[in-house]
């Protein structure tokens, strides 16, 4: 057979690898059977590729099988497509095989199977594939730190990611995106950021993964000016089209308190999808816009658009933040009856907090007794909060005792239901309860807020030390609690939930994290500029009822973020309504 036929035969090969014509392909191995090329090395690696790119893992691993001799290609070929088609095992037992026949292996080949070892969550199979690149000198290789780094993060390990991610003399594009979208995956969104500055004084060119990923850290610790920035370079570089990143950008600045700017941004997406119609739903719901949430649920389906899983949370969750029971009970109902959606734990969450807020304690026992699967520890959380708001002791003596089997080292859990005797006079059970608290080492989380100011995020805890500023901001603290008073604010001790005396609890409640957020944003901010302010727990109701009273004596705008939702103070009157 002339060179000239194998060369033309190869070439089609390659074309139908290119365009992953399965059909044509299978005819031109037939060909190559017949003219006796099945052993030929560079024919049966072609094939291989052929069958890789068809998606056909099993006619590749038949065409290896029956090879002769294999090249590195031959291996690499096969370990990488089992790798990209999530057959981590087969990648892995391929691996293996190559080292017992004492096959060479490339950067690829150790970057492949590193890749593998991520999709099934093999840690510790990772740690012995870096030991044995360190031995075999390819640790440095771009590719395979960049594998390592990116497998570490997904794991958790971030300081091991972190750690190569250093120790790398090379870094690509995706070396850096990896490493910032770890640093987001594992909610170190400072970090995040640090790294991204880090990456545009090198000059790193950027990619729609880490632009992505650099809003999402921005959207984590409420940072509107990074995010605004970041948004100056999207628009720079174009990828403003790219449905991913705008859908980000949309999240970004809901989370960030400015509803009004992703609004702006999702009616500037052309191609809008699922993904940015759920974004902007989620958003208005997170700032109690149920109306503008219901509104944009109905025409998400007039542009032929079908909403799923996340939409109905949204929704859902934006009748629950303003007691909408009707509603919520019409879109749970039409979740099921219309587009055929199976209700999960985050639908019936959002149903049994509806229903708990509203008052309707024993409707919303119900439905969890009724629900397809065990109540998670959120929804006992949810109920046990709305029977000590509601006055149901019954209920929330079975909340509660769900909740000591659950989280038995969650202090709250303990302290509310303390409470909810306390308000119901069973001083005994009071007693005993905080008892225990003493006895047992258990878990109460500290309150924290943050604010961004200067491209700098400040943190505060609940009676703050630290700060290089703190004199003035505990000066700025007591004039401003001078000020509300006089409007009448009154210190609501029953919210500090500590057994103190009452000095001791006004005292508590007066610097509390959120309070100290204020003070320094009014010391540090434009007089025109809203206040945003992060809190990692529910707000309570001292704190909100002074940033009511503080809006209207400072004349500024006050957006909360707590655990929940978005609480806007203007002018004395919060968005939720008091309801949250």
């Known amino acids: 057979m002339s060179n000239t036929w194998v060369s033309y035969l190869h070439a089609v090969l390659q074309l139908c690898a290119r365009n992953k014509a399965s059909i044509q392909g299978k ?4 060909r190559a059977i017949r003219f006796g090329l099945q052993e030929d090395t560079t024919t049966s690696n072609i094939l291989i590729n052929v069958y890789c790119k068809s998606g056909l ?3 590749a691993r038949k065409v290896f099988d029956g090879m002769p001799a294999r090249s590195l290609v031959s291996w690499n070929t096969l370990i990488g497509s089992y790798a990209q088609n999530g057959e981590a095992h087969e990648a892995l037992s391929l691996f293996k095989l190559m080292q017992r026949n004492g096959s060479s292996f490339s950067e690829f080949t150790i970057s492949s199977v590193v890749c593998a070892s991520v999709a099934i969550c093999a840690v510790f199979v990772c740690k012995q594939l870096h030991g044995f690149a360190i031995k075999a000198a390819v640790d440095s290789n771009v590719f395979v730190g960049t594998a390592l780094a990116d497998v570490y993060a997904k794991s958790g390990l971030i300081k091991e990611a972190s750690r190569v991610f250093e120790s790398m003399q090379e870094r690509s594009v995706v070396t850096w995106s990896c490493m910032v979208v770890g640093y987001v995956q594992n909610e170190l969104f400072e970090e995040a950021l640090l790294l991204f500055h880090r990456a545009q004084k090198m000059e790193v060119e950027h990619d729609h993964f880490i632009l992505s990923s650099i809003i999402c850290g921005c959207a984590g610790v409420a940072a509107l000016i990074e995010g605004k920035q970041v948004h100056a370079i999207i628009s720079k570089t174009g990828f403003c089209s790219n449905i991913f990143v705008a859908s980000s950008l949309i999240d970004m600045y809901a989370k ?13 997406v ?9 974004a902007m739903i989620s958003g208005f719901a997170k700032h109690a816009r149920a109306l503008e949430a219901m509104i944009s649920f109905e025409k998400m389906q007039q542009m032929g658009l079908y909403p799923n899983e ?6 859902l969750s934006a009748c629950s933040h303003m007691g909408l029971v009707d ?11 219309k587009h055929n959606i199976s209700p999960n734990f985050i639908h019936y969450s959002c149903m049994v907090d509806t229903l708990g807020r509203a008052g309707m304690i024993s409707e919303a026992y119900d439905l969890i007794q009724r629900m397809p699967f065990v109540a998670t520890a959120s929804m006992w959380g949810s109920l046990l909060a709305c029977c000590r708001f509601h006055g149901n002791l019954e209920i929330a003596e079975i909340a509660a005792k769900h909740l000591f089997e659950m989280e038995p080292d969650n202090a709250g859990n303990y302290i509310l ?10 001083w005994e059970e009071v007693v005993r309860a905080r008892k225990f608290l003493k006895e047992n080492v258990v878990k109460n989380e500290k309150g924290k807020s943050w604010i961004a100011v200067k491209d700098k995020v400040h943190k505060f805890m609940v009676g703050e030390i630290n700060h290089p500023r703190i004199a003035e901001i505990y000066s700025k603290l007591d004039s401003l609690v001078e000020e509300v008073k006089i409007l009448g604010y009154k210190v609501e001790t029953e919210h500090e939930l500590h057994d103190l005396e009452e000095s001791r609890k006004q005292e508590l409640l007066k610097h509390h994290s959120e309070k100290l957020a204020l003070s320094f944003g009014l010391l540090s901010l434009p007089a025109s500029a809203p206040i945003r302010i992060m809190k990692n727990l529910r707000i309570c109701g001292d704190c909100h009822s002074f940033m009511k009273h503080a809006s209207s004596s400072t004349q500024r705008e006050i957006i909360v973020r707590d655990i929940n939702r978005f609480h806007h103070f ?6 939720c309504c008091d309801f949250w």
Not at 570 to 575: A, D, L, W
């Open 570 to 575: 203007r002018k004395g009157r919060c968005s």
């Open 310 to 315: 996340v939409t109905y949370i949204s929704v």
């Open 27 to 30: 005819a031109c191995h037939a």
């Open 256 to 268: 960030c308190g400015s509803v009004e700017e992703a609004y702006t941004v999702f009616t500037n």
């Open 270 to 278: 052309e191609d809008k999808n699922v993904v940015s119609w759920n």
């Open 417 to 426: 239901l303390s409470n909810i005797y306390a308000a119901n006079k069973k």
């Open 327 to 337: 509603e919520a009970k019409s879109y749970f109902d039409l979740m099921i009856t």
């Open 57 to 59: 893992l099993s006619s």
